[in-house]
């Protein structure tokens, strides 16, 4: 196996499109990372570019110690897993699996035109040869589990079934990377689990390189040994998957990743006694000044962000935070409450941040965000729409972005 780098890499389509702009990142030997982001944001064609399916505008792909700007795809020692399996429709599994391996030892010529590479006298060697390509075959197929299906054709296989052919066909060439763009996206849901856990089982054993492209953040929290999130063809933060959940580096990376959309709210902080108090989009919030933002940042401009499960429903009668629930998410083993804010002095509901000139223009927070929480709770609390609630956030879990250029400026941020 090799590492994979980019450096400064950049791609522009004719016409003026910048898909890539300035990448640099390293793919570690054995490591698995993931490329994620939103529809267009850069993810496949970085991915095509290390594959040599796209010429790079600008900057250098190494594999390993050697540049590949200018190697063909062919000879870059790399597997490629597609969104749509690519197999061949008319060749049995047996065959898919073994076409690369008959290509690459065989010079091109395959199936029985595989004896012409051979004079007289040489036949211990071609079979000696086909010997070794039908193990390699049989343990891909054993590995996966579709020994079965070695005698059959693709349009005989399941979703499933077919997905784990594509996996064995790069997997039974030993390349020095793996690369797979968005391979689980045409399955159903609970397949897809399964085949995440295929994945990493398949990494643990291997110990591979693999690149890995997904739109989908789930996808990448659970397979990423590091995630790398892109947006308009940059990378905006690379990291392990719970640095990024807990320590996005921006706005847009703590938007994007959870599960559930983490809980945004622009507006103001100012001292209140040995305090400070943040007050925007309906919440009134106080706390301690080892949990605000950072000593040196704008604190009339800010976005106060956490997680729906750093907050906690309270008593009604005295909490630091009152509001009405709006929706509720009965997910079986947890709730997601949906709660609208009331200002506690005036009673005004959903305070509108346009009116109360807080800075959300160039956010991209949806109007509902505003004087809007989203929070966590166990299967057995009930919690009826119409109900008020009390909530209490965590302080120490509290994220601090700047509203102006969308960066984190939490203390613990570097």
């Known amino acids: 196996m090799s590492s994979v780098s980019l450096e400064n890499v950049s791609k522009r389509f004719p016409g003026g499109n910048l898909a890539v702009d300035d990448i640099s990142l390293t793919v570690k030997d054995r490591e698995f990372l993931v490329l994620v982001g939103p529809s267009g944001c850069g993810k496949s064609t970085t991915l095509r ?42 060749m049995s599994v047996y065959n898919n699996l073994s076409f690369g391996l008959r290509l690459r030892y065989g010079g091109g010529i395959v ?30 197929a054993e590995r996966l589990g579709i020994e079965p299906l070695l005698h059959r054709k693709p349009h005989q296989l399941s979703g499933g079934e077919r997905q784990r052919v594509a996996l064995g066909r790069a997997i039974v060439r030993d390349p020095a990377a793996f690369l797979f763009d968005e391979p689980l996206s045409n399955l159903d849901a609970k397949l897809r689990q399964k085949m995440r856990s295929e994945l990493k089982r ?52 703590a938007r994007f990743i959870g599960s559930v959309p983490i809980n945004l709210q622009p507006g103001v902080v100012q001292p209140h006694g040995s305090n400070l ?47 009405t629930v709006v929706g509720v998410d009965r997910l079986g083993d947890m709730s997601h409450v949906h709660v609208s804010l009331t200002d506690n002095q005036t009673g005004k509901k959903d305070i509108d941040p346009q009116t109360d000139n807080l800075p959300t223009d160039n956010l991209n927070i949806p109007p509902t965000t505003a004087g809007m929480l989203v929070a966590r709770s166990a299967a057995g609390v009930t919690v009826e729409i119409g109900q008020t609630v009390g909530l209490a956030i965590n302080p120490e879990r509290i994220l601090w972005f700047d509203a102006g250029n969308g960066k984190n400026i939490s203390k613990d941020q570097t």
Not at 76 to 84: D, E, G, I, S
């Open 277 to 323: 108090r943040f007050q925007g989009g309906g919440l009134e919030l106080e706390m301690e000044t080892c949990f605000g933002p950072r000593p040196d940042a704008d604190l009339t401009s800010v976005v106060l962000g956490f997680r729906a499960e750093d907050i906690r429903l309270t008593d009604v009668s005295s909490p630091p935070i009152r509001g």
């Open 111 to 140: 199936n029985r035109g595989i004896r012409r590479l051979f004079k007289p006298g040489q036949a211990a060697k071609l079979t000696q040869l086909r010997r070794g390509i039908d193990q390699q075959v049989r343990q891909t």
């Open 49 to 90: 570019l290390i594959a040599g399916l796209e010429r790079c505008t600008n900057g250098k792909i190494r594999i390993g110690d050697r540049v590949v700007n200018d190697v063909a795809p062919k000879d870059r020692n790399l597997a490629m897993v597609f969104q749509n399996y690519a197999l061949y429709p008319h």
């Open 202 to 253: 398949l990494h643990r054993e291997m110990q591979a390189t693999m690149i890995y492209v997904t739109h989908d953040q789930v996808e990448a929290m659970t397979l990423g040994d590091r995630v790398a999130v892109m947006n308009g063809g940059k990378v905006l933060q690379i990291d392990s998957p719970l640095a990024i959940y807990h320590r996005p580096a921006n706005l847009f990376v």
